[in-house]
């Protein structure tokens, strides 16, 4: 019985393994799968009929003789017979990790039709775009026409751009931003038939997919995040960046920006030969040539020919964490980039202008090549400008003037080990100036000193490698120097005022929002016996504050007469805004007007049970989450693994892009707020430390002591467990209960009243038309509820059956509640453009044309 088991049995699981690999693979893609056989077939009879190995390339690849002898099937035939075993792998690995995924998403129906479209019309102006180019370039245009296409990659990148429209909004401008990025530089610095043939295709499947899917709808158009921004630019950085990089590490660049690969394959030179030539016609083009060529003679001139797009690698870092730092030296090296393009584009005039003098006919495509590295750092520039705004934190107080001092103190020490070695080899410092000049021009890549004469040759009074590296020392130094300054934490080393407010935080403490005043952006103004601080802004002549007086409060009272008098010095409106009722009262005494803005949910943790009916969905989530195995972990954001970071950052950014919202600040912190060591993260994590969930908690001090904690960031990941944040509130209650603590705040909702305040009637008690301003403030509350949900919050909130504490604006003149209501709209919503508003306003109105005809 055993011998007509066993087989059996192997059967069994070997099936059961290929259904596994079939089901994690190409499960659902029915036309990935069929492409992929086909191109096995193929392939396989294509080479086994034919001995000779340059069949496929001459009679089935696509190219631009191809398609001029009329071999109609070329774009077919291309992408699916392979030339070698390398290319067919390659292949099918390219549609395993990218086709599939697609299919998937797309459906088949539509991914069948958008690869045919995509693939024909990709490859035929493609083809059409490399004759265009033949026309206006003669150099790249041979390159082209001896180039041939034999791989799926341009299909598949135009159908993923044709997929993008129905995508998420954060994941359509990176796939579009990012994919559109490389494409184009490898265009424009390899610049292969493959390369043109990848643009067309993407150009095609873009306009494929406006037309499959419809225009992006308007709610997806109001997103959008500073941190995505951040992202995007420092992509298209880096693409430009790497370009360089690209042509110098190809065999073939043809590409117009391809320079590097062209002087750096150029016929070798010797040191004795240049000074032969040079000795006998000093100043003739051969001798230059010579020269010019000596810079390019070994591995470290060749490093440094890309150590400026190396260092533009390292500042990317910084616009990826939004520092003005990085964009300011991102904006410099565009800039010297596009005026040393300039400077070439002259020279190369110059002497075309002189060689047509003595009868020497140039193609004019001489000329365009050599202005076509213009446009890459112009380009680049001009969105650095336009994104400017994103970029706004500022380095820690001395990050930047220790760099300086460390790049300077490098700049020294090499000179003066350069200087030296020199002199001591020419045994005389007669020589020192010229070994000075020498030093500087060793730090500049050698592509852009053509226009100056060497001061020493290689191996002349200096080692050889020492003439090579000692600038490759000096990029990799400065490299090196800026990224510890962008690793450096924004809350390390803060301002002072930033520290004297902590201090007095932590010493006297302040409302449960009070945290809040300690974040980027705010201004401060401190009491003449610095026992007291008010936590402001200024937008629009309002001096807008982040809760109320920060101190003892016996002193609140004298804080706010101060504060309101040094407002008026400035000629500012002062708005306390988000302040307690206490607070509310000292205003009122002194005839200012105040509003009802919000409502803050507290939890006391001295009589905490999620106990009865009513916490029903509470223990349910604690249930599940027990069930399928996560747990709620401490940690600290600044402190989390990389791996963790990256999930909480993915989180975050995916969670706001659906929102259709532009990202809010103010009293709504982030994730640069997460930074702070002082604030305590709590994450919803599975056995494969998978992130489900995160909140953050800010602390809320009391006579130098923590008492409680105010929530402050949530999120969690839209495909991963579900009550993942109702889990880690009431998972954070618990055990700050355990510890000891008195409450928690889960901070307030904003236009939004409890059932208790709506009961009770709580209105502006002393605004001359109270009943007027509160119904405005419940209609915009209304108007933006299906945009921001602030009412909805609150009702999450209800959940975990809090007690409530109303919220207050109050200022001295009603007549500046226009520009008040300006300046908090302004502090909540920093970047929100011109355009943005007006998406805004149609998403509201298009949502209250909904409701009333649901109604």
Not at 651 to 658: F, L, T
């Amino acid at each position: 019985m055993n011998i007509g088991i066993e087989p059996r049995s192997s059967v069994t699981r070997a099936l059961g393994v290929l259904t596994s690999i079939h089901r994690r693979t190409v499960a659902g893609a029915p036309i990935t799968t069929a492409i992929v056989v086909t191109m096995a077939v193929v392939t396989g009879a294509v080479h086994a009929l034919t001995a000779d190995p340059e069949f496929v390339e001459r009679h089935l690849t696509l190219s631009v003789s191809a398609l001029r002898q009329m071999h109609w099937w070329t774009p077919i035939t291309s992408v699916v017979v392979a030339p070698n075993p390398l290319v067919f792998v390659a292949s099918v690995v390219l549609l395993l990790l990218c086709a599939v995924p697609l299919e998937r998403r797309m459906g088949p129906s539509k991914f069948v039709i958008s690869v045919w479209i995509v693939q024909i019309l990709g490859a035929i102006v493609g083809v059409g775009l490399a004759v265009v180019v033949d026309s206006i370039d003669e150099d790249w245009g041979t390159q082209l026409e001896t180039s041939v296409v034999f791989d799926p990659a341009a299909w598949v990148a135009g159908v993923a751009m044709a997929a993008s429209a129905a995508m998420p909004i954060l994941w359509r401008r990176r796939l579009r931003v990012g994919l559109s990025a490389v494409v184009i530089v490898f265009a424009l610095f390899h610049g292969g038939l493959s390369d043109l043939v990848v643009s067309t295709s993407i150009v095609v499947g873009l306009a494929l997919g406006r037309v499959m899917y419809g225009r992006v709808d308007s709610e997806e158009a109001v997103a959008g995040t500073r941190r995505e921004s951040r992202l995007l630019v420092a992509l298209i950085v880096l693409a430009s960046a790497l370009g360089p990089v690209l042509a110098l590490v190809s065999t073939n660049a043809a590409g117009p920006f391809g320079v590097l690969e062209t002087l750096l394959r150029a016929d070798p030179w010797t040191a004795d030969e240049v000074r032969a030539v040079c000795s006998a016609t000093s100043g003739s083009s051969e001798c230059r040539q010579g020269l010019f060529a000596l810079r390019f003679d070994g591995l470290g001139f060749t490093v440094l020919a890309v150590a400026p797009s190396l260092f533009l690698v390292t500042i990317c870092d910084g616009l990826r964490r939004g520092r003005r730092a990085a964009w300011t030296l991102a904006v410099i090296a565009q800039l010297c980039l596009t005026a040393l393009a300039v400077l070439n584009i002259a020279q190369l005039h110059q002497s075309w202008s002189a060689l047509s003098s003595v009868g020497v006919q140039l193609d004019g495509s001489y000329l365009i090549r050599a202005a076509a590295p213009l446009l890459t750092p112009l380009a680049v520039a001009l969105i650095l400008a336009y994104t400017r705004r994103s970029f706004t934190i500022d380095s820690p107080s001395g990050a930047a003037r220790s760099a300086l001092r460390s790049v300077g103190l490098a700049l020294l020490t090499f000179g003066t080990l350069y200087v030296a070695t020199g002199s001591m080899s020419a045994r005389t410092i007669a020589h020192v100036p010229e070994l000075i000049v020498d030093f500087v021009q060793r730090l500049i890549p050698s592509v852009y000193l053509q226009w100056f004469e060497p001061a020493l040759l290689a191996g002349e009074f200096v080692p050889s490698w020492m003439y090579q590296w000692i600038g490759v020392a000096f990029w990799v130094t400065l490299c090196v120097t800026v990224l510890v300054m962008f690793l450096r934490p924004a809350y390390g080393d803060e301002p002072d005022d930033v520290r004297r407010a902590r201090d007095i935080l932590v010493r006297s403490g302040g409302s449960n929002l009070s945290w809040m005043s300690t974040w980027s952006s705010n201004n401060y103004w401190f009491a003449p016996d610095g026992n007291s601080f008010v936590a402001y802004r200024v937008v629009g002549g309002i001096a807008l504050t982040t809760a109320g007086p920060v101190g003892p409060s016996e002193d609140n009272a004298a804080a706010v007469r101060a504060f309101a008098e040094f407002c008026s010095d400035n000629g500012w409106t002062p708005c306390l805004y988000s302040i307690s009722v206490e607070i509310r009262r000292i205003a009122d005494a002194l005839g200012w007007n105040s509003v009802h803005v919000g409502e803050e949910a507290i939890l006391d943790l001295t009589s905490l049970k999620f106990t009865g009916k009513k916490f029903q969905d509470i223990r349910t989530s604690f249930n599940r989450a027990t069930k399928v195995g996560i747990a709620a972990e401490w940690t600290a954001y600044s402190k989390v693994s990389p791996v963790i970071r990256d999930q909480i950052a993915a989180i975050s950014s995916e969670w706001v892009a659906d929102k259709a919202m532009p990202e809010m600040g103010f009293t709504l912190g982030g994730l640069t707020e997460m930074e702070d060591p002082d604030v305590r993260c709590l994450i919803a994590i599975d056995a494969d430390r998978t992130v489900h969930g995160v909140t953050s908690w800010l602390p809320v001090y009391r006579d130098g002591e923590v008492v409680g904690w105010t929530l402050d960031f949530m999120r969690r990941r839209s495909t991963g467990f579900g009550p993942a944040v109702e889990f880690l509130i009431a998972s954070a209650a618990v055990s700050f209960a355990s510890e000891g603590f008195q409450f928690v705040s889960l901070s307030g909702a904003p236009l939004a009243k409890s059932p208790r305040t709506i009961e009770a009637g709580v209105q502006s008690a002393t605004a001359p038309t109270p009943d007027t301003v509160e119904k405005l403030l419940d209609a915009v509350g209304r108007a933006l509820e299906p945009v921001y949900g602030f009412r909805s919050l609150l009702a999450f909130k209800s959940k975990f059956q809090p007690r409530y504490e109303s919220m207050y604006m109050s200022f001295p003149d009603s007549a500046a509640l226009p520009s008040i209501a300006n300046a908090v709209s302004r502090a909540y919503l920093p970047q929100m453009t011109l355009s943005q508003s007006a998406h805004l306003m149609w998403t509201v109105a298009r949502s209250r044309t909904t409701a009333r005809d649901r109604r």
